[in-house]
């Protein structure tokens, strides 16, 4: 009996060992050729490491930072170049008695025009929020233009207040801190007499021909897209004062709707108050998109090359009803490119 179980411990024996080692054996795991395994753990990290691989925004960061750690001495070296280069101009400056402000020194360089320039802003209830944004940004360029001009005009804003106000107080905050101008909430008739305003509107009949320093010119501020047409030939008829329109037809022949933003007529007037030329002033500030040539080279070309203006055309219709007419010049004009209308178009009855 001893003997037996004896062997049949042994049997059992030999069979366990025969099963474990087939459920112990590691899988069979099919490898690329020529990869080693130590190659093929730097491909993939072991699990145990606990990070997996990185990404192309985490190498482009970390090879960033390499070069910033590198560059650390060759900044170190250009802020000490800097500093000993501002030293030097601070002993130039002493020597020759001015006091380093570059804008100050230009600000005294030009000579202030008694001229006013007035943008009417009295508009704000016929304009929608989009075209209150359009418009603040023309005033912001037109305080830019000044502040940088050799001939900067007497700059007033008035009637300012509704959505206009509010849209600066939300995206431009610092305008309370404006420089070289007269923002006011009072309506230019208020505060300027009668016989000294001069309103610019594209439906007047009388064309400007030179600039008197002497009076106050009035923009309207009014991104309307032709909505109301001749709204302010009629306020300045209304209000009983003087009007014209700039000469522009007299000097350009455009291609494009003859329409000019609040910032264009503000930027034509100081260039023509440095140059004392209407036509370089129109082909200094108008946009190339409006195609602009000299009025006298136009009349040069042949009759095949002006086509006659279609039925019903009307001059100070500020080129909206007519662009979409299929023999309109105003035809090429179309699409993000053209710029927001103003109240403010030269052009011609």
């Known amino acids: 009996m001893r003997l037996r179980s004896t062997s049949c411990c042994s049997e059992t024996t030999n069979m366990s060992s025969e099963v474990l080692p087939a459920s112990l054996e590691t899988p069979n795991v099919e490898r690329k050729p020529g990869v080693g395994e130590g190659e093929e753990d730097g491909q993939k990290p072991r699990l145990d490491a606990g990070t997996g691989p990185l990404s192309k925004r985490q190498m482009k960061k970390l090879l960033k930072q390499k ?31 001015s006091d380093g402000s570059d804008r100050k020194r230009i600000r005294r360089q030009a000579v202030q025009s008694s001229l006013r320039l007035i943008i009417d802003c009295s508009f704000d209830d016929l304009m929608v929020l989009k075209d209150i944004k ?27 207040g509704g959505q206009l106000k509010k849209n600066m107080n939300e995206n431009d905050k610092g305008w309370v801190n404006w420089k070289d101008i007269h923002i006011k909430s009072e309506h230019y008739s208020e505060l300027i007499k009668k016989e000294e305003l001069v309103y610019l509107t594209s439906d007047s009949p009388n064309v400007l021909k030179d600039l008197d320093e002497s009076k106050a010119y009035v ?5 309307d897209h032709n909505h109301h047409k001749g709204l302010t030939f009629r ?58 040539v000299p009025a006298h080279k136009a009349c040069e070309s042949s009759p095949q090359d002006q086509q006659p203006q279609p039925e019903g055309w009307d001059s100070s219709n500020e080129g909206e009803h007519c662009r979409n007419h299929p023999g309109s010049p105003q035809k090429e004009e179309q699409g993000p490119q053209s710029s927001p209308v103003s109240s403010v178009s030269p052009v011609p009855q």
């Open 134 to 160: 359009k418009l603040h940004k023309q005033i912001q360029r037109c305080y830019a233009e000044n502040r940088r001009a050799s001939h900067p005009v007497q700059f007033y804003l008035t009637s300012h």
């Open 219 to 223: 923009i309207g501020g009014l991104v």
């Open 67 to 97: 070069q910033w750690e590198e560059q650390r001495e060759l900044r170190k070296e250009k802020r000490k170049e800097k500093r000993k280069r501002k030293k030097l101009e601070r002993q130039c400056q002493l020597e020759s008695g």
């Open 235 to 292: 306020q300045a008829s209304t209000y009983g004062i003087e009007h014209a329109q700039l000469p522009l037809a007299d000097f350009v022949k455009m291609n494009s709707r003859k329409v000019l933003a609040v910032n264009h007529v503000f930027e034509i007037i100081l260039e023509f108050l440095e140059t004392r030329d209407w036509q370089e002033a129109f082909f200094t500030i108008l946009p190339q998109r409006k195609g602009a």
